[in-house]
C-alpha cells in the first residue's frame, strides 16, 4: 500500500501578514487543491493523510467536496515544525502501508510521472527525492554581505517534493531525529543522520513551491497552461 502524506500546516509567513498561501487561488482552484488534486488522480497513490493547523479541518473537508476529491483521505493535525507535522501525518497512516510520499502542500504543479518515479526509486533503495540540478552559480557567505567561497555547482541538486520513503526507514529516520532532539529542514536530511542513501529523482517538468507573492504569477501560467491543455 502506498500513502501520500500532504504536508498542510505550516503558516507561510514570507507570503505576509494575514495570508494563507495554500488558500490563494491560481488557475481557479487554491493551491492546496491543486496539490491534492495531482495526489488524487496519482494511480499508484492508495491513500492521502494531509496534515494541516487545528481548527482548519473544516475547510479541508470543504475543498474535498467542492472539488470531489473522492480518493480516500484523513486529516491530521500539524505539529509545532514541520518534521513534527511530517510525524504526525506517519502515525496516521494505514496499517499494510509500504511505501509513503511525502509532499509540501505548497508545491502545487508535480506531476503523476514525478511521483511515480520516486515511488519506484524508493522500492528500490529505500529513499528518494524530487531534484533538480543547480544551474545557477551559487556563493556561500559567512555574514550574509562578504563572499566566503563558490561551491562547485555539478555537485549541486535543489531538492523539491515529494520525498519518498519506505515507511520502516523514514520511521526510523525522524525517530532518530526526535531522540537527538535536532532540527531538520527536510525529511532526506533525517535520511543522511542515520546513513540511509537517497536516490535523486530529477525533475523534468517544473515543479515550484508557493513562497513569495512573486511566485504567483508563474504558477498561475504553469496552472492555466495545464489546465487549458
Not at 73 to 101: C, H
Request: glycine share 6%.
Amino acid at each position: 500500500m502506498i500513502s501520500a502524506i500532504i504536508v498542510a500546516a505550516g503558516k507561510g509567513t514570507r507570503m505576509g501578514p494575514n495570508v494563507d498561501k495554500l488558500f490563494l487561488e491560481i488557475a481557479g482552484k487554491p493551491v492546496v487543491a491543486h496539490t491534492w488534486q495531482r495526489f488524487a488522480d496519482a494511480a499508484g497513490v492508495d491513500e492521502i493523510i494531509l496534515v494541516v493547523r487545528d481548527g482548519m479541518q473544516p475547510a479541508f473537508e470543504d475543498l474535498a467536496k467542492q472539488f470531489q476529491l473522492r480518493k480516500k483521505f484523513r486529516l491530521v493535525a500539524g505539529g509545532k515544525e514541520r518534521q513534527d507535522s511530517v510525524w504526525n501525518g506517519l502515525e496516521a497512516v494505514s496499517p499494510g502501508t509500504e511505501i509513503v510520499a511525502i509532499q509540501d502542500a505548497a508545491r502545487p504543479c508535480t506531476s503523476e510521472a514525478l511521483i511515480a518515479a520516486t515511488i519506484a526509486a524508493a522500492r528500490e533503495t529505500g529513499a528518494a527525492v524530487a531534484a533538480q540540478p543547480v544551474t545557477d552559480t551559487i556563493k556561500e557567505s559567512a555574514d550574509g554581505r562578504l563572499v566566503s567561497r563558490t561551491p562547485d555547482r555539478s555537485k549541486l541538486w535543489a531538492v523539491q517534493t515529494p520525498q519518498t520513503f519506505r515507511l520502516a526507514i523514514i520511521r526510523r529516520a525522524l525517530g532518530e531525529v526526535r531522540r537527538r532532539q535536532l532540527l531538520v529542514t527536510d525529511d532526506t536530511a533525517a535520511c543522511e543522520l542515520i546513513g540511509q542513501p537517497v536516490r535523486l529523482v530529477a525533475s523534468a517538468a517544473p515543479n515550484p513551491k508557493v513562497t513569495r507573492p512573486e511566485d504567483l504569477p508563474y504558477l498561475e501560467l504553469l496552472l492555466g497552461g495545464a489546465k487549458n491543455s
